[in-house]
């Protein structure tokens, strides 16, 4: 039995940081993507980011950023996830570990997808809606996902505490990853869901 890992994403607050470190989330996203209304400045990333703990990955997430831009981030991160059409090149072109995010529009092939990004870490499946980068809160068909794949799986777009048990029973990914499904409003986490997605998690796992 392997425990599923947690990210939970678009980190605005302290108070949401230190509630979700007290639940036992693996890792901590910052959208440094300008255009979402969930991202955060420098300034903001170096704050949030000096009072995560040990034993917690603090994640930023890119848009086709440019390389200076992902530069500047790199002190204050422990892993870069990559959203947009960035190419594997570019992706392994800083000194940090990364993951790269794939939608789930029909054409998609994962294996050849799964080889073309053999060096990430994972691949993050999220929903595929035109026009949009990622963090639709809308979830997709997870039989679509094979039952093996050459890189470890991220499960995202969509989820919910509400959806995630069933999620993590039927697809087994390495994490699940959630932003608009524990939050109160745009960028400001709640509480209580965040508290239940863990839960949810774990009694998937023990299932
Ligand atoms: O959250 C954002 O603003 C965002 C912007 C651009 C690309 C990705 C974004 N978020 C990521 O999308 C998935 C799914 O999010 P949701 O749970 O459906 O809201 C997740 O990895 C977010 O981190």
Redesign the pocket.
């Known amino acids: 039995m392997q425990r599923t890992r947690i ?1 939970f ?2 980190f605005t607050r302290q108070a949401d940081i230190d509630m979700a470190v007290a639940l036992g989330v693996d890792a901590l ?1 910052f ?1 440094m ?1 300008p ?5 955060v400045d420098i300034e903001q990333l170096a704050g949030l980011s000096a009072k995560v703990p040990a034993f917690v990955s603090r994640v930023g ?1 890119f ?1 086709d950023p440019s390389a200076e831009w992902v530069e500047a981030c790199l002190p204050h991160l422990d892993l870069l ?1 990559f ?2 059409d960035e190419t594997p090149e570019f992706c392994a072109g800083f000194d940090r570990p990364w993951i790269k ?1 794939l939608r789930m529009r029909d054409t998609i092939d994962l294996a050849f997808e799964a080889e073309r990004y053999a060096q990430s870490q994972a691949l ?1 499946l ?2 595929y809606r035109p026009g ?8 997709f068909d997870w039989s679509r996902i094979p039952a093996t794949l050459a890189k470890p799986v ?1 499960l ?5 505490p509400e959806n995630v048990s069933q999620a993590v029973h039927q697809v087994r990914p390495y994490a699940v ?7 109160a409003s745009r960028g400001c986490k709640d509480a209580s869901r965040m508290a239940s997605f863990v839960r949810q998690v774990a009694l998937a796992d023990a299932r």
């Open positions: 990210k994403c678009g996203g959208v993507w255009k979402s209304s969930r991202s997430l848009v996830q959203h947009g995010a993050l999220d929903a949009t980068p990622g963090g639709t809160g809308e979830s991220i995202a777009g969509g989820l919910t990853d959630v932003s608009g499904g524990i939050e």
